[in-house]
């Protein structure tokens, strides 16, 4: 009886907040469509200009910039989030694993803004001294990125790391190979689902992270040329100018987050089909 009140009142919950996602799903596409249908769904993709006095709304140039950054973030983190996983599950030792582990818990628990204040005061002058340019710009908030995706990846990456069966890494060793053969060729092969895993979620914070991109990307909405040039990403266009839209530009602003939405669903799909279909 009370297993089965237990699971009823799980059932509940889980119905309660799906249809709390349902719900925002259907307010976010409902105060979208005012502007898809007055602006179109092409001009509102491809259209190359953010010009919201003049009612001109193309998001091409923000859902490229957000791109943009979160794949140069997830290229300057994943190297050291592998290589980091690796040494602390196959090579470290107890002490330093036990050293290692709350130092990746507090880069977990930083908020974004404190994110922010070091790309602003510590970043934004080194690359403008040293590279030229304002400072703030695509390559100044994919550092802060990059960081700030280190311990989702790490993490998931030293999971699935460990979870790779303990008589795989006893038979390749039994075969003949060395220690990093068998991580080479064992572990990292089998632990490929869960890594990637870990990258696409990575992946889905940068491309959704608002407060810190905000302070240093620049927030010029352009097609940029290099990467020191300001550009300005859905996330921070939301929240740059949702305070004052009104009208058509209030449902514009809606229909940039339904945009920034689908993105994050669809890397949520890539993951889960990794998961389930690579691996050992």
């Given at each position: 009886m009370n297993e089965k009140l237990i699971e009823n009142g799980l059932l509940f919950i889980t119905l309660i907040l799906t249809l709390i996602i349902g719900l925002m799903l259907f307010f976010l596409i409902s105060q979208s469509m005012p502007a898809f249908g007055q602006i179109g769904f092409q001009e509102m993709l491809a259209g190359l200009k953010w010009l919201p006095d003049m009612e001109i709304f193309g998001t091409f140039p923000m859902i490229l910039s957000t791109l943009t950054v979160s794949f140069l973030a997830?290229?300057?983190?994943v190297p050291l989030s592998l290589t980091t996983a690796i040494y602390i599950e196959e090579i470290a030792s107890d002490y330093v694993k036990e050293l290692f582990k709350p130092i990746i818990q507090t880069l977990a628990g930083i908020p974004s803004v404190v994110y922010g204040f070091f790309g602003l005061t510590v970043l934004v002058p080194l690359i403008r001294e040293n590279l030229g340019g304002t400072g703030f710009s695509i390559l100044t908030a994919s550092i802060v990125l990059a960081i700030m995706i280190l311990p989702t990846i790490i993490s998931l990456s030293q999971d699935a790391i460990s979870n790779v069966a303990f008589d795989?890494?006893?038979?390749?060793?039994?075969l003949g190979s060395s220690h990093f053969?068998?991580?080479?060729?064992?572990?990292?092969?089998?632990?490929?689902?869960g890594i990637f895993t870990g990258i696409?979620?990575?992946?889905?914070?940068?491309?959704?992270?608002?407060?810190?991109v905000l302070m240093i990307v620049g927030n010029v909405a352009q097609i940029p040329n290099s990467l020191i040039d300001p550009v300005r990403t859905l996330a921070s266009n939301i929240a740059l100018e949702m305070g004052?839209?009104?009208?058509?530009?209030?449902?514009?602003?809606?229909a940039s987050a339904l945009i920034l939405f689908a993105?994050?669903?669809?890397?949520?799909?890539?993951?889960?089909?990794?998961?389930?279909?690579?691996g050992c």
């Open positions: 997830l290229m300057i983190a795989y890494r006893q038979a390749s060793l039994a053969q068998t991580i080479r060729h064992i572990i990292i092969p089998c632990a490929l689902p696409i979620l990575g992946l889905g914070r940068a491309v959704g992270e608002t407060l810190a004052y839209a009104m009208d058509i530009h209030y449902n514009a602003l809606f993105i994050i669903i669809v890397l949520m799909l890539i993951s889960t089909y990794i998961q389930h279909k690579w």
